[in-house]
C-alpha cells in the first residue's frame, strides 16, 4: 500500500495573505498533482496535513478540489491554521466522513491502515491546542483494537521541530496528554503533519513522525534558538511516498518534483 503525503500549498483564487507564498503556487499544484496521479504503482491514498489553503475562502476550497480532481486515490484532508474550518468541512464533506461537532475530526480505514483526521486548529490562532474533547476522541478511538498501522493526521507537529519559530506556533495544549496516549501504540502508530514547511522526520513519544514541506515556500534549516521566522530557501521540492508492506515495514521514500523557478510567470 502506498501513501501520499503533501502539505501547506497556501492555495488562494484571489490574493495571497503573505508575499512568501508563491504567486503561481496553482500551476504549482496541478504539477505536483500530475505526479501523485501518474506515479506507478498507483498511490492508494493522498494526505494533505493542513494549511491547504491560504486564506480559507470557499472559492480556494473550490480552486482546490478542481486541482485534485485527476487523483484517483482516496483523498485525506485535515485543516491548517490558514484554513476556515466551515468551508474546509464543507468543501470535504462529501469525501470525508466528518464526526458531528465542531472539531473536523475522523476515521477512516483504508487497506491495513487506519487514519485518525485529528483537527488541532483553534479559532484565530496559529498555533495547535488539543482540547479535552479532541483527546478524549484520540483515546476513545486508539482504545478500539485494529490489527493494522494507525496514522494520524494532525497540522500541527505534537514534537519540538527545533525550529524556534514555528515551536513557539506549534502545538501549546495537551502535547503531554497526548503523548501518553499515543505512547502504548508506538510501534504500530505513526503521525503525518505540516506546519513547518520543511520536510522532517522524528521520534516522538515511541511514534514516527513526519512533516511534509511546502510548496508554497520552505524554509530555511534554522536550530538556533531564537525566534526569528526562518528564511526562505530555494531548494528542490519533494512530498513523501510511504510504503506500508504486509509484513508491517513503513519505508518513507521522498519523491522529488521539478517546480518552476520562483517567480517565473510563464510557468503558472
Ligand atoms: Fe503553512
Ligand atoms: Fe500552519
Known amino acids: 500500500m502506498l501513501i501520499g503525503h503533501l502539505s501547506d500549498f497556501h492555495l488562494f483564487a484571489g490574493k495571497p495573505d503573505s508575499p512568501l507564498i508563491r504567486p503561481d503556487i496553482a500551476g504549482v499544484l496541478r504539477r505536483i498533482v500530475a505526479d501523485v496521479a501518474a506515479f506507478e504503482p498507483a498511490i492508494d491514498v493522498v494526505a494533505l496535513t ?30 491548517g491554521n490558514h484554513d476556515l474550518r466551515g468551508n474546509f468541512r464543507a468543501a470535504f464533506s462529501d469525501i470525508l466522513p466528518f464526526d458531528e461537532g465542531e472539531p473536523a475530526q475522523y476515521e477512516v480505514i483504508h487497506g491495513s491502515v487506519r487514519f485518525l ?13 488539543l482540547c479535552p474533547v479532541r483527546l478524549a476522541w484520540v483515546e476513545k478511538k486508539l482504545a478500539e483494537p485494529f490489527a493494522g498501522q494507525t496514522t494520524i493526521l494532525m497540522h500541527h507537529p505534537p514534537g519540538e521541530s527545533g525550529l524556534t519559530f514555528f515551536d513557539n506556533i506549534g502545538l501549546r495544549e495537551g502535547r ?8 502504548p501504540h508506538g510501534g504500530k502508530l505513526n503521525i503525518m503533519c505540516g506546519h513547518i514547511h520543511r520536510p522532517t522526520q522524528a521520534m516522538w513519544s515511541g511514534a514516527f513522525v513526519a512533516v ?14 531564537r525566534a526569528v521566522e526562518p528564511t526562505v530557501v530555494d531548494v528542490p521540492y519533494a512530498y513523501f ?19 518552476p523557478e520562483r517567480g517565473d510567470p510563464g510557468q503558472s
Not at 176 to 183: D, M, N, Q, S, T
Open 50 to 79: 493542513g494549511d491547504l489553503t491560504d486564506g480559507g475562502a470557499a472559492e480556494d476550497y473550490a480552486l482546490l478540489r478542481e486541482l485534485l480532481a485527476p487523483l484517483s486515490a482516496r483523498v485525506l484532508a485535515i485543516p
Open 176 to 183: 503531554e496528554e497526548f503523548g501518553r496516549l499515543i505512547a
Open 212 to 225: 511534509a514541506g511546502s510548496p508554497a515556500f520552505q524554509t530555511d534549516l534554522d536550530l538556533r534558538l
Open 117 to 129: 483526521g485529528l483537527d488541532t486548529v483553534v479559532e484565530n490562532g496559529v498555533e495547535g491546542r
Open 241 to 259: 511516498i510511504y510504503q506500508v508492506t504486509e509484513t508491517g515495514c513503513f519505508s518513507v521514500h521522498p519523491r522529488y518534483v521539478t517546480l
